[in-house]
């Protein structure tokens, strides 16, 4: 769906209006204003799960997952979200049981699941591939991740994520380490944060740098950031470690791959240089960049962020669905 073709507002709020029949493709979506009344409605939404569990805001709703690439956390997330609102789930994870294998185009794949349902989530390898569906679509589209593109709705969580366990967004020094080249995780979130002055710090091997399109974003914004090769120098003053795994689907050269893998491993002794307070964060799964003794920590807050995933999916869905 194509903003112009919005339908009316509800009744009611004006910022859940913002939303209604909206795609959500990008994180260039959203002002502070829109994620304080996503982060409100995911509260709500968290203490509607712990008290009641399951309500009927979206009941006769469905929602279409179509997953062009692996997926265990945002897929499921997506469809219990959706289930713990009364709605119902079209899961297509598997494309190669779809008509996908039989060459059916993306847009055409959309045109047909949206005959079905009233929102789509898609996650694709292709960048644009979620703006290429939405074009193609009369009914919303929530990008899930599109290639190394963007991951919206895993940086709304993210920032989400930081404000529970931190308390505040403005002026935190944010470091991100691993490939931050071909992770999306990070494209998105880096964009998110220069809304609320963060400082970032970007550590990564030499050749999975952040990539110019999102450094120059930063910089055009009046953003500072720094590039390591290193972590010990910043973490001390860190008060998020982003950490993510190396994309080993995105290289061409699996040499390159193999010698980048384990460029970077959290271990308890690495958190003797972090704060006390700090969070440490990864979008899942982990391959070895945070070794499991990490997870006792109180600073460890990777499990509670997919939990958290949960309420900020529930709110978006709410919202797109005009019923947040
Ligand atoms: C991430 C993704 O798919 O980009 N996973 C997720 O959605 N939680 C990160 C990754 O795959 O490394």
Same mark, same amino acid.
């Given at each position: ?82 289930? $713990?609102?009364?709605?119902? +789930? ?5 494309? #190669?049981?779809? &008509?996908?294998?039989?060459?059916? *185009? @993306? ?101 999975? $740098?952040?990539?110019?399109? +999102? ?5 055009? #914004?009046?953003? &500072?950031?720094?590039?390591?090769? *290193? @972590? ?93």
């Amino acid at each position: 769906m194509t903003p112009s073709s919005s339908a009316h507002l509800p009744l009611g709020d004006q910022r859940s209006g913002r939303f209604y029949g909206k795609d959500i493709l990008t994180v260039a979506q959203f002002g502070r204003e829109d994620l304080e009344y996503v982060f409100g409605v995911a509260e709500a939404m968290r203490t509607m799960v712990q008290h009641i569990g399951t309500i009927d805001l979206l009941k006769g709703k469905i929602l279409a997952n179509l997953f062009y690439e692996p997926s265990t956390r945002t897929q499921s997330s997506f469809m219990a979200a959706m289930q $713990r609102l009364g709605g119902s +789930v079209i899961p297509i994870s598997e494309v #190669r049981y779809s &008509s996908v294998s039989k060459g059916e *185009s @993306l847009p055409d794949t959309v045109r047909t699941l949206e005959c079905y349902a009233d929102v789509i989530v898609l996650r694709h390898h292709e960048v644009g591939a979620a703006a290429q569906a939405a074009e193609a679509a009369r009914k919303p589209i929530i990008n899930a991740g599109d290639g190394p593109g963007e991951h919206p709705t895993q940086a709304l969580l993210d920032l989400f994520t930081i404000r529970e366990e931190l308390g505040r967004l403005d002026g935190l020094t944010v470091t991100m380490l691993g490939d931050l080249k071909f992770g999306r995780t990070v494209h998105s979130l880096s964009r998110l944060l220069s809304l609320f002055g963060a400082k970032l710090h970007f550590v990564s091997p030499e050749q999975l $740098r952040m990539p110019a399109k +999102v450094t120059d974003e930063l910089t055009a #914004r009046g953003i &500072s950031y720094v590039e390591h090769t *290193s @972590l010990s120098a910043v973490l001390p003053e860190t008060d998020v470690l982003y950490v993510t795994r190396v994309q080993k689907e995105r290289f061409e050269d699996l040499a390159l791959y193999e010698s980048l893998k384990h460029a970077f491993i959290i271990t308890p002794e690495t958190m003797k240089l972090a704060k006390p307070k700090m969070a440490l964060m990864h979008p899942l799964p982990r391959v070895g960049e945070i070794s499991t003794d990490v997870d006792a920590d109180p600073r460890a807050a990777y499990f509670r962020q997919m939990e958290y995933g949960l309420y900020v999916r529930m709110a978006l869905l709410a919202m797109v669905l005009g019923k947040a």
